[in-house]
């Protein structure tokens, strides 16, 4: 059964964690850093949330340099008092992945977010490979934004700025181009990360769909059967992620065919 593993430094934290961080699903909960480290190789081991101190009062960075060393592809999270960010360069030369901060007003949004990320480099060729196929050049660095941007789901507004565009514009210039708007774009960028997600990991279907700013794992579902006519389960065996590629391929050349 997929977990993450997650070390405290003081057993008190756990209920607030527990409760505010129900979509992880199961949560390993580690009495100490020698037994983080000895459930860290298990295959079922999705991601490491460690505190910046164990219960003695040590600094948690060396552990975190360990658990980089065997695990390059997992996902540690440091999640600690805003008093312990003057200190993060040496959990960032450790390996951390990333810093949420105890008093967050959307600690479970956070938490999920760095987590599951979409930064794997076979994404970003993957997708790569289909927009310069189907995407005429100038405007890669659109449909590019909305896939490394999906779980926050950026508005036309962020979208714009971030090409140097009025929205006004950007609306447009995509219209005149026979692509779709922002918002498909981004429903569409969703669709491929959760795919990529399904086929490469383990991740339970209710996971993915939090992460990506669905109310539940059913929101999800309907988006890929609306978009690629398969159920997670089917997305889950080899070749999924291909086929949802292949279905955002088709649809942009439809798009442009009725220009």
């Given at each position: 059964?997929?977990?993450?593993?997650?070390?405290?430094?003081?057993?008190?934290?756990?209920?607030?964690?527990?409760?505010?961080?129900?979509?992880f699903?199961?949560?390993?909960?580690?009495?100490?850093?020698?037994?983080?480290?000895?459930?860290?190789p298990?295959?079922?081991?999705?991601?490491?949330i460690?505190?910046?101190?164990?219960?003695?009062?040590?600094?948690t960075?060396?552990?975190?340099?360990?658990?980089?060393?065997?695990?390059p592809?997992?996902?540690?999270?440091?999640w600690?008092?805003?008093?312990?960010?003057?200190?993060?360069?040496?959990?960032?030369?450790?390996?951390?992945?990333?810093?949420?901060?105890r008093?967050?007003?959307?600690?479970?949004?956070?938490?999920?977010?760095?987590?599951?990320?979409?930064?794997?480099?076979?994404?970003?060729?993957?997708?790569d490979?289909?927009?310069?196929?189907?995407?005429?050049?100038?405007?890669?660095?659109?449909v590019?934004?909305?896939?490394?941007?999906?779980?926050?789901?950026?508005?036309?507004?962020?979208?714009?700025?971030?090409?140097?565009?009025?929205?006004?514009?950007?609306?447009?210039?995509?219209?005149r181009?026979?692509?779709?708007?922002?918002?498909?774009?981004?429903?569409?960028?969703?669709?491929?990360?959760?795919?990529?997600?399904?086929?490469?990991?383990?991740?339970?279907?209710?996971?993915?769909?939090?992460?990506?700013?669905?109310?539940?794992?059913s929101?999800?579902?309907?988006?890929?059967?609306?978009?690629?006519?398969?159920?997670?389960?089917?997305?889950?065996?080899?070749?999924g992620?291909?086929?949802?590629?292949?279905?955002?391929?088709?649809?942009?050349v439809?798009?442009?065919?009725?220009?």
């Amino acid at each position: 059964m997929h977990h993450i593993l997650v070390q405290l430094s003081e057993v008190a934290l756990r209920p607030r964690f527990a409760e505010t961080c129900k979509a992880f699903g199961d949560v390993v909960w580690c009495d100490d850093l020698d037994e983080l480290l000895s459930r860290v190789p298990a295959r079922e081991a999705l991601a490491v949330i460690v505190d910046g101190f164990d219960r003695h009062g040590h600094s948690t960075a060396g552990t975190v340099a360990r658990i980089r060393v065997r695990r390059p592809d997992l996902p540690i999270i440091l999640w600690c008092d805003r008093d312990l960010v003057a200190d993060f360069g040496a959990f960032s030369r450790a390996g951390v992945s990333a810093i949420v901060l105890r008093d967050e007003s959307e600690l479970e949004r956070r938490l999920l977010s760095a987590v599951t990320r979409a930064s794997d480099v076979a994404f970003q060729q993957l997708t790569d490979q289909a927009l310069y196929r189907r995407v005429p050049t100038p405007y890669i660095p659109v449909v590019r934004f909305c896939l490394d941007h999906a779980a926050s789901h950026p508005r036309t507004e962020q979208v714009a700025r971030a090409v140097g565009l009025s929205p006004k514009a950007l609306a447009t210039q995509l219209r005149r181009a026979g692509l779709p708007t922002v918002g498909a774009l981004v429903t569409w960028s969703k669709a491929l990360v959760a795919a990529y997600r399904l086929e490469k990991t383990t991740e339970p279907v209710a996971v993915i769909a939090r992460s990506l700013g669905f109310s539940s794992g059913s929101a999800l579902r309907r988006l890929l059967k609306r978009s690629t006519n398969e159920l997670p389960h089917a997305i889950r065996e080899p070749g999924g992620f291909g086929w949802a590629l292949r279905c955002f391929e088709r649809y942009l050349v439809k798009a442009q065919a009725r220009r």
